[in-house]
């Protein structure tokens, strides 16, 4: 899905996202000069599902073709990365060839998850081989109740459901598993970040969903890049949709004066 004219902008929604957890926020973009371009990754609600093993390299492949689709009509694209899909982008960062325009890491982190996290990655992937998707969601929702998660609007609630239905649990498990097991890339991407390729790292300061927030004001650091808070828990584009915009649109606007 995409929105407006100007400069592209490619959304990278992460762990059981899609394109719609940017929908809050497309408009936003496109109301300042921007073209909002959000997709679904492999394996997620409408996208194609595979039989070749999902991995980081295959996310990362299809963002680089969705990267030279735009990039050959409209030039350089700006890469959003939400969460896991944070990691996707970086990979495509550090070989983008003068494709990519400038990155910003939202909501994502150094690699894989610190510990604390692993338990619901590790629960999904065990039960992958054994139980179909609903019955993997009624698992979800009866870790989430545990867990103490407050229950969701019935319109929220029914959309989530039938896009974890349509998506593709090899791919979820598989996302699970670079959550658990990824490198950190940040020392590699701080050889490319530059002039050239502008960066920032943006995070919600309530988040307590996946990264640690010290962790990622950390990454920003190493990055050498602003550190960018919002009013928010793990999904700025969903919670703060007004404030993530202007901080978009400030990092990238001077780029294509």
């Not at 050959?72 to 899909?85: E, I, K, Q, R």
């Not at 944070?86 to 060839?97: K, M, R, T, Y």
């Not at 998850?113 to 009624?138: C, D, G, N």
Request: aromatic letters at 6%.
């Amino acid at each position: 899905m995409w929105c407006g004219t100007g400069p592209v902008v490619v959304f990278v929604p992460g762990f059981t996202g899609s394109k719609e957890d940017f929908l809050p926020l497309l408009p936003r973009v496109a109301a300042r000069g921007l073209r909002a371009v959000a997709y679904d990754q492999r394996g997620q609600f409408e996208s194609p599902h595979t039989t070749a093993p999902y991995d980081l390299r295959l996310f990362a492949d299809d963002l680089r073709a969705v990267v030279r689709s735009q990039a050959d009509s409209a030039g350089a694209v700006h890469l959003v990365g939400h969460s896991f899909g944070g990691l996707v982008c970086s990979e495509v960062a550090l070989d983008a060839a003068g494709d990519v325009a400038s990155l910003t890491l939202m909501s994502t982190g150094p690699g894989a998850l610190p510990p604390e996290r692993h338990a619901m990655l590790e629960a999904l992937i065990s039960i992958v081989p054994h139980a179909t998707p609903e019955q993997i969601w009624a698992a979800k929702l009866e870790f989430d109740r545990q867990a103490g998660a407050p229950p969701l609007p019935a319109d929220v609630a029914e959309f989530l459901e039938r896009r974890w239905v349509a998506s593709d649990p090899r791919s979820m498990a598989a996302i699970a598993s670079i959550l658990l097991t990824a490198a950190d890339p940040t020392d590699r991407l701080r050889r490319v970040i530059g002039p050239d390729l502008p960066a920032q790292v943006m995070y919600g300061t309530s988040d307590t969903t996946a990264w640690r927030i010290p962790d990622i004001a950390n990454m920003a650091t190493r990055l050498g890049v602003t550190a960018v808070p919002i009013d928010a828990a793990h999904s700025p584009a969903v919670e703060n949709p007004e404030a993530t915009a202007d901080a978009l649109s400030r990092f990238i606007g001077p780029l294509d004066v």
